[in-house]
Every structure is written in structure tokens, then in C-alpha cells.
T-cell receptor, first 110, second 115 residues
Framework: EDKVVQSPLSLVVHEGDTVTLNCSYEVTNFRSLLWYKQEKKAPTFLFMLTSSGIEKKSGRLSSILDKKELFSILNITATQTGDSAIYLCAVSQAGTALIFGKGTTLSVSS | DAGVIQSPRHEVTEMGQEVTLRCKPI?????LFWYRQTMMRGLELLIY????????DSGMPEDRFSAKMPNASFSTLKIQPSEPRDSAVYFC?????????????FGSGTRLTVV
């Protein structure tokens, strides 16, 4: 059965800390891995990764994919309270819709 | 562009009642997805349509759930009869392409509570 597993499920850090969120997957016909941020409402797109070892970066957020070991990490440096959210990992396969992990709930305290 | 529009935003209903959730996708998007989100199971795909035709409904939990897309600008998800375990946030998303994920746009969701 295809699956996407995220860890940890929840995380509490102080402002300024660096965090690493993990996503592992076991799917057939893998095409890409995506990260979304979900605050109070709808998930919003962060990154799409298709190739191993190529880091995607946006401000304090960065992500990388390892297709050999079947995982990805999302790093957030110098965290701020506005980074508090659920971070979702999803995998795109040929022939079907996105499969999501359960998410990591990040809480950043001031 | 108004984005994906879902209604109602919140729904509280009694067990056994019929519930209808509505979604208006982004104009021009040819894929429409219904997802359900709970703390225990995360975001689960229920069904998706391509050009108004249901492609994969294997995620629909049971016969109490049905979904339709009568035209390119409207879809419904119906639960009849509703049960407390159906309580969740239901998201609709639309996309120009099924597989890339970058083009998925989610609606704000409908929070359903069945008491």
C-alpha cells in the first residue's frame, strides 16, 4: 500500500531555533514530492522536489529529496511565531492524485 | 480570481441527517478533488474528477457518501445518513494537472460536525 509518513507529528520550539521536519514515502510510480503549509485554513504550496540532492530554498525554508532512501526533509532556520502551522508532505504518482502524510504540527513560542 | 469556493464553511447536523457540501473550482481547471482531514488520519483523498467525470472514488468510505460534478463549475459531496464519525474538515481542490501538485488550489474547507 502506498504511504507517506511524517515525523515528528508535533514539535514545540522557541523563536530563533532551527527545525527539521521529516517525510518518508513508499509509493509506486513516484513523480515528485511536495511540501505544503497549512495555517488555519487551506494548505498552501511551498516546494516541489523531483530530483535527488537538489535543494530548494525560499527565505528561511529549504528542502531536499533523497530518492534512493525515499525521504525528504524540510528545514526552517531562525523560526518565527508566524511559522506555527501544520506542514504537510505529499507525493505525486503517475496516474493518481496526491497522497498526503498526516502532517507535522509546529508550534513556535516567543 | 476568487479561488476555489466551498460552502458552507461550517455545518453542524444531527446523526442521520443528510449533508451536502458544495464546491466551485477555479475556472479552467479540469481536475477536481475532494479530501477529508482528521487528526487521526490526516488528509485523505475521497474522490477526484477529470472533465466532470469521476476517475477514482476508491477513497469514498462507504455507500453513504456520494459525489457529483454536473458541470465544470460545480461539484457536491453528499453524506446520507450522516454519522458522528463523519465529523472532519472536507476540502475541495482543483488543478490544471493531476500529477504535479503545484497547481492544486484548495478551498477553505467545510468543517462538519455530526452530533
Amino acid at each position: 500500500e502506498d504511504k507517506v509518513v511524517q515525523s515528528p507529528l508535533s514539535l514545540v520550539v522557541h523563536e530563533g531555533d532551527t527545525v527539521t521536519l521529516n517525510c518518508s514515502y513508499e509509493v509506486t510510480n513516484f513523480r515528485s514530492l511536495l511540501w505544503y503549509k497549512q495555517e488555519k485554513k487551506a494548505p498552501t504550496f511551498l516546494f516541489m522536489l523531483t530530483s535527488s540532492g537538489i535543494e530548494k530554498k525560499s527565505g528561511r525554508l529549504s528542502s531536499i529529496l533523497d530518492k534512493k532512501e525515499l525521504f525528504s526533509i524540510l528545514n526552517i532556520t531562525a523560526t518565527q511565531t508566524g511559522d506555527s502551522a501544520i506542514y504537510l508532505c505529499a507525493v505525486s504518482q503517475a496516474g493518481t492524485a496526491l497522497i498526503f502524510g498526516k502532517g507535522t504540527t509546529l508550534s513556535v513560542s516567543s | 480570481d476568487a479561488g476555489v469556493i466551498q460552502s458552507p464553511r461550517h455545518e453542524v447536523t444531527e446523526m442521520g441527517q443528510e449533508v451536502t457540501l458544495r464546491c466551485k473550482p477555479i475556472s479552467g481547471h479540469d481536475y477536481l478533488f475532494w479530501y477529508r482531514q482528521t487528526m487521526m488520519r490526516g488528509l485523505e483523498l475521497l474522490i477526484y474528477f477529470n472533465n466532470n467525470v469521476p476517475i477514482d472514488d476508491s477513497g469514498m468510505p462507504e455507500d453513504r457518501f456520494s459525489a457529483k460534478m454536473p458541470n465544470a463549475s460545480f461539484s457536491t459531496l453528499k453524506i446520507q445518513p450522516s454519522e458522528p464519525r463523519d465529523s472532519a474538515v472536507y476540502f475541495c481542490a482543483s488543478s490544471l494537472a493531476r500529477g504535479t501538485g503545484m497547481s492544486y488550489t484548495f478551498g477553505s474547507g467545510t468543517r462538519l460536525t455530526v452530533v
